[in-house]
C-alpha cells in the first residue's frame, strides 16, 4: 500500500516525522471510506459521511478527553462509567426530578470534571498508578449507577426532545445533529488549547519526561491533575450527547468504550507512553472506528464481532508504526552527528 | 575583585549514617568559571544540590548579592538566577528545540502562545552562542552535544547570573567541548559566574580561573587555578600528602609470571577508552590507577564483554576470541567483580548460598543443578576460607555488611575457578580489617597461579598488591610501570597528573 508517508517522502518540504501516523490514519479513513462506496450503493454520499459524526459524537468527545490523558502518559479508564453515570444523572434529573435540563446538564459536567480532578489528586498526591486510580474510578461510578437504578429510565423532557429531533440543516439536503455540532465544537476547543495555550504545550512536556518538566520549572502535578479534569468532563459531555442520542440513561450504558476511545485514540498516532501525537488524530481513529461500523451494517451479513476483530487487527499495525518510528528515530540520536 | 555574587559560608549536611559536607565555604565571582574538584564522595553533588535547592543544609548561610538567602527548591533557585545544566540532559525530547527554550514562559499575544516570535528569539538566542540551529526541529534528533548547549541557552535566558555546569562534558567528544568551552567563555565575558565540574584534569586547568577542592565532605582549599600544579591538584584531591607517603611497606610480592593468558592488541571503545595495548599473565596482579571516569573501569568491562570494543583484538593463548559478552568472556575462564556490587553483582534479597551458587549454575546451565549436598559443600568451604560473616549459608546477603557482601561477590566468581579475575574497586568503602583480607586474598590467588586485574582509586593499595601498574588518564592508558619496589605513589600521582612520561 502506498501510504500517505510514501507520498510525503517524495515532497519537497521533509515532513515532520512525528506528522506520519496521522497521515496514515487519515488514508486508512479515505480506504476503508472509498472501499464502502465502491462495494455498496448509497455508501459514498456526504450523508453517510456525517452520520459518522452524528453516530460517534460522544465517542469523538470521549476521545479529546483521552487524548489529553494519554499525551501525559496516563490512562483513564473510568470514561465509559462516567459517560453512564452522566447518562443516568441526565434522566433522573430531568425526568424523574423534572428539573430544568440546563441545570442538570450543568450539574453533570461538573460531576464529571470532578470526578475526575478527584482521580488526578490522587494519582498526583499520593503516586498511585493512573491504571489503578481510574480503575477504581470505573468501578465507583458504575457501581453508582446501578444503585441509582437497575433499569433503563426513559428522558422525557422537552428541551431534550427538541435538541435530539432538530438538527442543523445543511446545503444538499444533509444534516448534521447538535450533538455532533457539540462535538466538532469542543475538537476545535480541544485543539486550539493543546497548540496555543500553556496548559497545552505543558501536557506534551510532562509525557515528553515529567522529570525534566519538573526541573524545567514546569506545574507538573497541577497539569496531570487538568488532563483527568478534563477526560472527566469529556466523559460527561459524551454522556449527555449520549443520553441525547438514546434519549435513555441506562446503568449498562457504554461498557467498555474506555477501550474504543483508547483505540481510536491509538489508531489515531498518539504512544501511549506520551509526550507525541495529535488531537485531531484521535477524532480521525474515531471516523476509521465508525466506517468499520457502518460497512458491516451496509453488508448485514456479516457479524457484529467483525468490528472487534478489525479494532485488534488495527491496533497491532498502530502500535507496530509506532515502534519502528520510534526505533528509528532513535537510531538517529544515537549516530554521531 | 568585585564582590562574590554568590557565597557558601560553613555549610554543612547529614544524611543518616553520612555527614555529606561538613563546615564547606564556596565563593564564586561574576564572570569566572570556578572548577569543583573532589573524588566520588567528596560531596560535589551535595554542595550542587544545596546550591539549586534540592537539599536544605543543616547548618550555614547562603549569600546571593550580598543578601542572606534561603533556597526553597530548584524553581526558587532559577528565580534567583542559579540555573543548573545536568549532566543528563533535563529537557523534553518531544518538544522542539524553541519550545525547549521557552516552555514555562512563553510569550503570548491575545493569550495565545506566539509561535513565530517564539522561533524566531529562540533563532537569535542560538546565534548569540554561534550556534545555527533549525529552531523547529524536534530536540531528540539533536546530539547529546547540541542538547547540551539548547540546555545552556535555556538556562542563561532564565537571567542566570550563576550557571552550574554538572559535568557537562562526561559523554562529548573533543570537538564538541570545544564548542561547550567557547559558549562558556562568552558568557563569562557576559559576567555569567559559571561553576564548572569535571572529572578532567585538562579540562579544568584549559577552561577555570579557580579551583575549590572538596574531600570526604570537607573542604580543602580554594586556589587560583595559576598557582596550583597538576600534581598538587591530584593530591588535594585525593588527600594523598606526599610526605605521609614515604613511609608505605616495600612488601612488594614476588612475582611468579606464568604463562600469557590475554593480550589486548589496540582495543577500545568510542567514547569509553582509547585503543589500548595490554598483555595479562597468569599469576601476575595487574593494577589499573586513575582518577574516576580516567577509563579504568570501562577497560575493565571491555576486557570481560560486558561492553564489546569497536576496534583491536583480544587474543588467549589459543588465538584470537571475539568477547561478545559476559557469557564468552566466562567460558575464556575470565571472571568480572563490578565496582557497583549493590546494582550490577549482588541479589540483596537472596541467600549467601543462592548469590555464591549463581555463576557456577550459570556456566552449568540451568538442566544441571547442583544436589543440595554439592552446594552446601562448596558454599560451605568457601564461607570458611574467606571466613564470610556470619558463617551462615541462609543469611540474606543485604543484611551483611559491606566487606562481607564483597567477598560473597569474590566467592561467586572463585568457585567458578577463573583463569583471569578482574575486581573492580573491592575495598571500597569497606572497613580496613576486611580491605586487608580482600588484598592478601587477592596476593594468595595470585601466587596459586590466578591472573589478576585489581582497580582501586587508593594508590597505596594498587602499589602493595600490583606488580605492573597500568596508569590510565582521560580516558586512555598513559603508561604502564613496574612495580619493582621502588615505585612510589609520587610516580603514579605524577604520571597521572602529567599524563604520559613524556608530555
Known amino acids: 500500500m502506498t501510504t500517505a508517508a510514501d507520498v510525503l517522502r517524495r515532497s519537497p518540504v521533509t515532513p515532520n516525522r512525528r506528522h506520519i501516523p496521522v497521515f496514515v490514519t487519515l488514508g486508512l479513513l479515505l480506504l476503508t471510506f472509498s472501499i464502502g462506496s465502491v462495494r455498496y450503493e448509497n455508501f459514498g454520499t456526504p450523508q453517510v459521511f456525517l452520520d459518522l459524526f452524528i453516530d460517534n459524537a460522544f465517542l469523538i468527545v470521549v476521545a479529546i478527553g483521552m487524548t489529553f490523558v494519554i499525551l501525559t502518559g496516563g490512562i483513564d479508564l473510568s470514561v465509559g462509567s462516567v459517560v453512564a453515570l452522566s447518562g443516568m444523572l441526565c434522566a433522573i434529573g430531568t425526568s424523574k426530578l423534572q428539573l430544568p435540563a440546563p441545570l442538570v446538564i450543568l450539574f453533570v459536567l461538573l460531576v464529571g470534571t470532578g470526578f475526575g480532578a478527584a482521580m488526578g489528586y490522587m494519582i498526583t498526591a499520593f503516586q498511585v498508578q493512573p491504571f489503578i486510580t481510574t480503575l477504581a474510578g470505573m468501578f465507583l461510578a458504575r457501581g453508582v449507577c446501578l444503585t441509582l437504578s437497575e433499569n433503563q429510565i426513559s428522558i422525557e423532557n422537552g428541551f431534550f426532545d427538541a435538541v435530539a429531533l432538530n438538527s442543523l440543516r445543511l446545503p444538499g439536503g444533509n444534516r448534521l445533529s447538535w450533538g455532533a455540532v457539540t462535538a466538532l465544537i469542543a475538537v476545535a476547543v480541544a485543539i486550539y488549547v493543546l497548540q496555543w495555550t500553556r496548559l497545552g504545550r505543558n501536557v506534551y512536556a510532562v509525557g515528553g519526561s515529567e522529570q525534566s518538566a519538573m526541573l524545567m520549572g514546569l506545574p507538573a502535578g497541577r497539569t496531570k491533575i487538568q488532563v483527568y479534569a478534563i477526560s472527566g468532563f469529556c466523559s460527561a459531555l459524551g454522556g449527555v450527547l449520549f443520553a441525547l442520542y438514546t434519549l435513555s440513561g441506562d446503568p449498562t450504558h457504554a461498557v467498555g468504550m474506555e477501550l474504543d476511545a483508547i483505540a481510536a485514540v491509538v489508531i489515531g498516532g498518539t504512544v501511549l507512553t506520551g509526550g507525541s501525537g495529535y488531537l485531531i488524530g484521535s477524532v480521525l481513529g474515531v471516523l476509521v472506528l465508525g466506517v468499520i461500523k457502518t460497512i458491516l451494517s451496509f453488508d448485514g451479513t456479516l457479524s457484529s464481532w467483525w468490528t472487534r476483530i478489525a479494532i485488534g487487527v488495527l491496533l497491532f499495525g498502530f502500535i507496530a508504526l509506532q515502534r519502528l518510528i520510534g526505533a528509528r528515530r532513535k537510531s538517529r540520536r544515537s549516530a554521531p552527528s | ?503
Not at chain 2, 546565534?127 to 524536534?138: K, Y
Not at chain 2, 559535568?167 to 570537538?175: A, F, K, N, Q, V
Not at chain 2, 549436598?373 to 551483611?400: C, D, F, M, Q
Open chain 2, 1 to 503: 575583585m568585585a564582590a562574590p555574587v554568590l557565597e557558601m559560608e560553613g555549610i554543612s549536611k547529614g544524611f543518616p549514617g553520612v555527614q555529606a559536607l561538613q563546615d564547606v565555604s564556596f565563593r564564586l565571582f561574576p564572570g569566572e568559571v570556578h572548577g569543583l574538584m573532589g573524588e566520588n564522595g567528596a560531596g560535589k553533588s551535595t554542595l550542587i544540590k544545596v546550591l539549586t535547592g534540592v537539599h536544605t543544609a543543616d547548618a550555614g548561610l547562603v549569600t546571593i548579592d550580598d543578601v542572606d538567602t534561603l533556597i526553597r527548591g530548584p524553581l526558587h533557585a532559577q528565580r534567583l538566577g542559579i540555573s543548573t545544566v545536568y549532566q543528563e540532559v533535563n529537557l523534553c525530547p518531544n518538544l522542539s528545540v524553541a519550545e525547549n527554550i521557552f516552555i514555562g514562559r512563553e510569550p503570548r499575544r491575545f493569550g495565545r502562545i506566539d509561535w513565530k516570535q517564539i522561533n524566531r528569539r529562540a533563532t537569535e538566542l542560538l546565534a548569540r552562542l554561534g550556534l545555527d540551529l533549525d529552531v523547529t526541529a524536534q530536540l531528540g534528533s539533536c546530539s547529546l552535544a547540541v542538547q547540551q548547549l539548547i540546555a545552556i541557552v535555556r538556562a542563561v535566558d532564565l537571567k542566570a547570573k550563576v550557571l552550574i555546569l554538572d559535568e557537562p562534558t562526561s559523554s562529548l567528544d573533543r570537538g564538541e567541548v570545544a564548542r561547550l568551552f567557547s559558549v562558556m567563555r562568552r558568557l563569562k565575558a557576559d559576567g555569567v559566574a559559571i561553576l564548572f565540574v569535571s572529572h578532567f584534569l585538562e579540562q579544568i586547568y584549559e577552561i577555570c580561573d579557580r579551583v575549590t577542592v572538596l574531600r570526604n565532605g570537607g573542604l580543602v582549599g580554594e586556589y587560583p587555578i595559576g598557582e596550583l600544579s597538576r600534581l598538587d591538584l591530584v593530591a588535594k584531591m585525593t588527600g594523598q600528602e606526599l610526605t605521609a607517603l614515604e613511609e608505605l611497606d616495600e612488601a612488594s610480592p614476588d612475582v611468579v609470571k606464568g604463562e600469557r593468558l590475554l593480550a589486548l592488541e589496540g582495543v577500545g571503545r568510542t567514547g569509553a577508552i582509547d585503543p589500548v595495548d595490554l598483555d595479562l599473565h597468569a599469576g601476575e596482579v595487574v593494577g589499573f590507577a586513575g582518577l574516576l571516569g580516567s577509563g579504568r573501569s570501562e577497560l575493565a568491562r571491555l576486557i570481560f564483554g560486558a561492553d564489546s570494543a569497536d576496534t583491536g583484538v583480544i587474543r588467549t593463548g589459543g588465538g584470537p576470541v571475539a568477547l561478545k559478552g559476559p557469557r564468552a568472556a566466562i567460558d575464556q575462564g575470565i571472571a568480572f567483580c563490578p565496582e557497583d556490587r549493590k546494582g550490577d553483582g549482588l541479589i540483596m534479597d537472596l541467600t549467601v548460598e543462592e548469590n555464591i551458587i549463581l555463576a557456577l549454575q550459570v556456566s552449568r546451565g540451568w538442566l544441571k543443578p547442583l544436589s543440595q549436598r554439592k552446594r552446601e559443600e562448596l558454599v560451605g568451604s568457601y564461607i570458611k576460607a574467606l571466613r564470610i560473616h556470619p558463617p551462615h549459608p541462609y543469611a540474606l546477603v543485604k543484611n551483611l555488611s559491606g566487606g562481607n557482601q564483597q567477598k560473597v561477590l569474590l566467592a561467586r566468581w572463585l568457585i567458578t575457578r577463573p583463569k583471569l579475575l578482574i575486581l573492580d574497586e573491592p575495598t571500597r568503602g569497606i572497613d580496613i580489617g576486611a580491605k586487608t583480607e580482600i588484598q592478601k586474598l587477592v596476593v594468595s590467588l595470585a601466587g596459586d597461579g590466578m591472573g589478576v586485574v585489581f582497580i582501586s582509586a587508593e594508590l597505596e593499595e594498587v602499589l602493595r598488591i600490583s606488580h605492573k601498574i597500568e596508569v590510565l588518564r582521560d580516558r586512555r592508558l598513559v603508561a604502564e610501570l613496574d612495580n619493582d619496589g621502588t615505585l612510589t605513589p609520587e610516580h603514579i600521582l605524577q604520571t597521572i597528573a602529567n599524563g604520559a612520561a613524556d608530555s
